[in-house]
């Protein structure tokens, strides 16, 4: 197998490798440079270093190191910016525009890009930084603000906190991948609209046009459910989306569909690409027309959309591969999209770590490589059965690659994919375009719009329909599944073998691909093992309420406080339930206020504060492994202390300063250890053993 014909798809692979050693390791952007610098020299010097040896081996090796290098300076180069533009955890006072409506509760929630900041002098300062912005529920005002909007705010910004819990979803990383590092409550009426000013000409038309679009939809579809599967689908507006159908999407591996991705923009500009393959003319007047018109078609719906950062990122990765493919024969298509990853990373390295940037890219991977040759196992004869084939084999091909990043990041695996994209592509192809002409009638000429928008409201039924029934087979998902970091990195090493082993077909290949295979099924095994084995405390770091688990031989022993829903139980415990391997049916669950303070597990004792103990009926000198104090408790700490003898202390993040300060004042008197969740995240206490 050569390699030669994939230069930008080998460089693309060496930068997000350099992304990700460097993201993960502490080195100076000035030494990273002057190492490129020296690499650089090296390279250009190569003809005088390097003369009985193969040149071009050793230049191939030192261009992937630069490139290994220019991926780890944009990263820190970018971790640097983001840092300087974090203000000072006081009242601040900012001006900038709102770029977002977020989904909330009552309260209006904003993502807000600012432009000038206040100092305490009065002065103005330009200051650039995205921030989550909350009002209060009582602000009319903020209720009457749109994307677009730029106002005056006063708030106390804070920096977005890692979630410390085990295995809990890193919100803090997540925001941060998309240049969010503080976020702030303005009061009531603690902000001026400024109505004279608006964004970039481009910007404004594309929020006009979403706004006519959105507008549209709403003046025609009064069904709730039907609406927001609408927006989502054409605008990328997932605000009216209910969970239970946002669960059914997921369940059965549509989820994609209801995020305007590289998919959409390809599904709108194939069929005019379609149009144009049938016109036989090979002259570069009519490749740049044609180029012209498709490219002015892709942004066309960029701009419907409302310029998102996603569907830019979609609309400049097809905008290169209708450039590359029409304008430079014998180009492939890995390259085309290595050098629109290679252009994006350099923009902004952290769209690395965002799920829809790797799912597309990956998945896009899978489906030029994988997709030509499951293609090739059956031909058939009907033009119908062409269609539903090339339906499976497209689903089948993209999920090769991204099966191993779909069970990693969401724990399970849809078994009926295949079935839900035949069912979904078509449907979903049909709903962007009626749904494109349907907004663009609304413009020019309405009269049948009531007409296209039964239609386009039937088709969207249609598509809940066969998506809910698909979610309610039997064994329609795989659920509880773990991979861990390691497990991930088998199985990618395991399909690249599988790659090298297609196109080399050497043996020694495929047996190490089975090795690979077996080293993740062992790997995984050997987790599960471990999980079983031993005993764990979890202390969940939880704002208003108490969440603790015990896990022992994959039972589970549940203490929580009644202020927790079970919609927070399972956003904080859920994946720790899953890497543990918990049987949920030997799940024991109790509330705090009921529970017996004073606990066994194995061969230590806890005790676990709280408003009903009794702390004169526990035996004086007690010795116990861990005291936990809740902010439900209502002894002091020298009376709980006269009865008991912890070794650790752990202290609620909830507890008033006030009484943790009373802990600290205590320790220098005890022999004991402090651990503040507030400070220093979730306890988790491992390997106590049975009794």
Known sequence: MSW????????????????????????????????????FAAYFSIDLIVKNFNQSFFKGVLLLTIFFLIGGLCIKTKADELQNSVLPDKEVILYGSISEELKSGLRKKFLIKTKWKQNSDKSIQKHNS??????????????????????????????????????AFDYAFYLKSKDILQQGFVKAYAHVPDSNKVDNPLSHFARKSSSFASATLRKYISDLQILGIAEAILLGQKLLLSEDIYQDYSDTGAIHVLSVSGLHVAIFISLFVWLFSKIKRDDITWKISKITILLLIVWFYVILTG?????IRAGIMVSLYIIGTNLFKGIN????????????????????????????????????????????????????AIFIWDLI?????AQIMIFPFTIYYFHQFPVYFALSGIIAIPLVT?????????????????????????????????LNYFIGQISNLPFSKIENIWVSDVGLLLMVIAIILLILWIEMRQIKIFYMMLTFCFFTILENRMNELKAS???????????????????????????????????????????NRIKHKIDMINCQSDTLENVNSLQYFGQDLIYISHANENIQKIKANTEVKVLYITHFNKNSPDKICSRVIPEIVVLDRNIKPWIAEKWVNLQNKMNFTIHNIKEDGAFVLSDFQPK
């Open 4 to 39: 030669s014909p994939f230069p930008f798809l080998r460089i693309a692979f060496a930068m997000v490798l350099g992304i990700l050693f460097f993201e993960k390791n502490e080195v100076p952007s000035n030494i990273i440079l002057s190492t490129i610098i020296i690499a």
């Open 130 to 167: 995205n921030l989550i912005i909350v009002f209060d529920e009582r602000d009319t005002l903020a209720g009457k603000y749109k994307a677009g909007d730029f106002l005056w705010f006063k708030s106390n910004l804070k920096k977005v906190k890692k979630n410390t819990n085990p295995q």
């Open 307 to 311: 310029l998102s950062p996603s569907v």
């Open 333 to 384: 298509s890995f390259n085309i999209l290595a050098v629109s990853a290679i252009a994006m990373l350099m923009y902004n390295p952290y769209y690395l770590f965002q799920i829809s940037f790797q799912f597309s890219y990956i998945s896009l991977l899978s489906i030029l490589y994988f997709q030509p040759k499951i293609k090739s196992w059956w031909v058939p004869k009907s033009g119908v």
């Open 393 to 397: 084999n497209v689903s089948l091909a």
């Open 430 to 462: 049909f709903i962007i375009y009626c749904g494109t002409v349907f907004i663009i009638f609304e413009v020019i000429y309405n009269s049948f719009n009531t007409i296209l928008a039964a239609v386009f409201e039937t088709s969207i039924k249609w």
């Open 533 to 575: 084995k031993y005993q764990n405390l979890f202390i969940y770091d939880t704002y208003g309420g108490v969440i603790i688990d015990i896990l022992q031989n994959k039972s589970l022993h549940c203490i929580k406080s009644k202020e927790i829903s079970e919609k927070t139980l399972a956003f904080t415990t859920k994946n």
